[in-house]
């Protein structure tokens, strides 16, 4: 029996219907998500680079003066620092120049420090942001830029010069508004030992960063599930196979009957599907009008010649209040499966139609019978 008839076997068994479930869940609740609970607002993130001083001079020299501007900051206990920021924008939605509050334009301040020169761009994620973006160095020290088009995901980035007393560090502090944007986070990357939570580190990335992880974490979950379900079936199989077998094996050496090709049929389809299916086969039999119009049905299909409507409305008065599905611990029959036997019986020979009448192997049935009530006192 090949891999096929393993998964349909598998497929029988676990109704696959209900992963289509599982997905129609999972796709109903990302739609929720997406409509009901997605960010549908900008966001804005100031990274903090590197934060690097200038002077780093751990021993005293006298004699050593450091002037900047004619001021000698090392007399004075002051050092300077080079910033690096990126402001970014974190999201996957586009803030337009219509977006800003032009009161309260886009920018920064540092608090204990002092901005001696103009902020310098020294890189951007796209051409126009480098060519339209302006910085003002204001006298009060705060940093404001232009309102420019950031899109989803673009960012820039700026190099600062401050002056601050040695033991100061500077702090950045984000600063106007932008319509949709509440808070404008301050993230300082250059801290590497900074240990994060696991929050912080479940919500980081943009939304469609979310979306590849969601996908790859189902991946995961359903490659799992198979990898248990897959085995775990194929050896249940096993088991119930080598069971039928010995069966089959018990019954030949009790009955002492000799191998006969209508024995042997009725073996090989209880190895293949089990009790059950043996069940309907006696079923099929018990009604020789229904079994004749099924069986003539059948070969008109098989010979591609369509039921005219008489036939039709033939076979269903003759199936109707007809029980169409049984099951037992085996598993379960299905229509197409009743199908299946009917072709089979054909193919074998079993049943056949010679000028519109049915003949039925009388031996097979009377075999059939006594294999049945032998499997069923065991």
């Known amino acids: 029996m090949g891999i096929n008839d393993n998964f349909l076997r598998i497929e029988k068994k676990f109704a696959w219907s209900f992963f289509g479930f599982l997905l129609a869940i999972i796709f109903g609740a ?47 206990g002051k050092n300077l620092s080079i910033i690096k920021i990126k402001i970014i924008n974190s999201s996957d939605v586009n803030i ?23 902020p310098e761009i020294i890189g951007s994620s796209n051409n126009y942001i480098r060519k339209h973006l302006k910085i003002n160095l204001e006298s009060s020290g705060s940093v404001k830029f232009n309102p420019i088009i950031i899109d989803g995901g673009e960012s820039f980035t700026l190099k600062i010069l401050a002056l601050h007393k040695i033991h100061d560090i500077p702090l950045l502090k984000p600063i106007g508004k932008i319509a949709g944007i509440r808070n404008i986070s301050v993230i300082e990357s250059f801290k590497e030992t900074e240990t994060k939570s696991f929050w912080s580190e479940l919500k980081e990335g943009t939304t469609w960063v979310h979306i590849v992880r969601f996908f790859a ?6 490659i799992s599930v198979l990898t248990i379900v897959i085995p775990t079936t194929l050896i249940s199989d096993s088991i119930t196979k080598r069971k039928r ?36 086969t006696q079923r099929i039999f018990n009604d020789e009008k229904l079994l004749k119009v099924r069986l003539r049905t059948f070969l008109r299909r098989k010979d591609k010649i369509q039921p005219d409507f008489e036939g039709m409305k033939e076979l269903r008065a003759v199936s109707s209040g007809q029980i169409q599905y049984v ?35 009388a031996q097979f049935i009377s075999d059939l019978n006594e294999f049945i009530s032998y499997l069923k006192l065991i």
């Open 327 to 361: 099951s037992n611990s085996d598993g379960r029959i299905t229509l197409h499966d009743r199908d299946r036997i009917i072709r089979r019986l054909n193919d074998e020979n079993i049943i056949k139609l010679e000028n519109n009448e049915l003949i039925v192997n």
């Open 217 to 222: 974490y189902l991946i995961i979950v359903i």
């Open 30 to 76: 990302f739609s929720i998500y997406t409509v009901y609970f997605k960010d549908t607002n900008p966001k804005i993130d100031f990274i903090i680079e590197a934060n690097t001083k200038v002077l780093d001079i751990k021993e005293n020299v006298r004699k050593l003066d450091i002037m900047y501007q004619n001021e000698n900051i090392k007399e004075n």
């Open 96 to 118: 337009l120049s219509t977006y800003y509050d032009l009161n309260d334009l886009l920018g920064f301040r540092l608090e204990n420090a002092e901005i001696v020169e103009k």
């Open 245 to 280: 077998k010995r069966n089959v094996r018990n019954y030949r050496t009790k009955k002492n009957l000799p191998d006969t090709p209508d024995r042997n049929l009725i073996y090989d389809m209880y190895l293949e599907f089990g009790l059950n299916y043996l069940n309907t």
